[in-house]
């Protein structure tokens, strides 16, 4: 359609292709997140995981500042960790740690990968929704984040998967695009795509409609756009 009004130069989602990448050290910021996200998932004490963020106090301020932007919508700010941990305990913090990694990016990774990773997440976490309870939505919100590990980790995804310990099942929707979790992946990169054939087999094998697609991918959209002006 906008060939034919005269458009001529087009830019894609090349940024979210994979491509073949040298495994490489990570940054320190991504490395502290990397433990971060490490020590909330496998639910150390709270005095640990203070420990941690004090010693990189960028990571503390940005996720403080992560947790109380507009897009979570809190009626009062935290200030502490322990705030925020007992406001929205481990799990929840979890997801917004890894929203840290879309930001901490190298100096080869366009910004337009970490905003693409936090679309796939809410994308997946408002269609989740609708079929799973509301842990297994943010189950699905965080791996549509780590959909694009290793564009932003720069390193080829199962190795970089394999830093965070990550539960089989979880590990098995990004590796493999296993279970439902892995057909929500598919949908939400059809998405992005022009491949039709490939959105209507994702959508009918999870029962989703067009319209309750599409309003979501509005919404994750808007929403991201919303986290970055936070």
């Given at each position: 359609m906008a060939s034919s009004l005269g458009v001529r130069l087009f830019q894609g989602y090349l940024f979210s292709r994979p491509t073949l990448v040298e495994a490489r050290l990570l940054s320190p910021s991504q490395a502290s997140i990397v433990q971060l996200l490490n020590l909330v998932r496998s639910q150390a004490p709270t005095t640990e995981i203070e420990e941690a963020l004090k010693k990189d106090a960028g990571l503390a301020f940005n996720l403080m500042r992560l947790i109380n932007s507009a897009g979570l919508g809190l009626t009062r700010e935290i200030t502490s960790f322990r705030q925020a941990v007992l406001l929205l305990g481990l799990k929840k913090l979890f997801r917004w740690a890894a929203l840290l990694l879309t930001v901490a990016r190298s100096g080869g990774t366009p910004p337009a990968?970490?905003?693409?990773?936090?679309?796939?997440?809410?994308?997946?976490?408002?269609?989740?929704?609708?079929?799973?309870?509301?842990?297994?939505?943010?189950?699905?919100?965080?791996?549509?984040?780590?959909?694009?590990?290793?564009?932003?980790?720069?390193?080829?995804?199962?190795?970089?998967?394999?830093?965070?310990?990550?539960?089989?099942?979880?590990?098995?929707?990004?590796?493999?695009?296993?279970?439902?979790?892995?057909?929500?992946?598919?949908?939400?990169e059809a998405c992005e795509s022009s491949d039709d054939c490939r959105f209507d087999q994702a959508a009918q094998s999870l029962r989703l409609s067009s319209q309750q697609i599409n309003l979501a991918h509005l919404q994750a959209l808007a929403w991201a756009d919303q986290m970055t002006q936070g």
């Open positions: 990968v970490g905003q693409t990773a936090v679309v796939r997440g809410r994308l997946m976490e408002l269609l989740a929704r609708e079929f799973m309870s509301p842990e297994q939505a943010d189950q699905a919100f965080v791996i549509g984040v780590f959909s694009m590990l290793d564009q932003m980790l720069g390193m080829p995804l199962e190795p970089a998967l394999g830093l965070l310990h990550l539960p089989d099942e979880l590990a098995a929707a990004l590796l493999r695009r296993d279970n439902a979790y892995g057909q929500l992946l598919t949908l939400a």
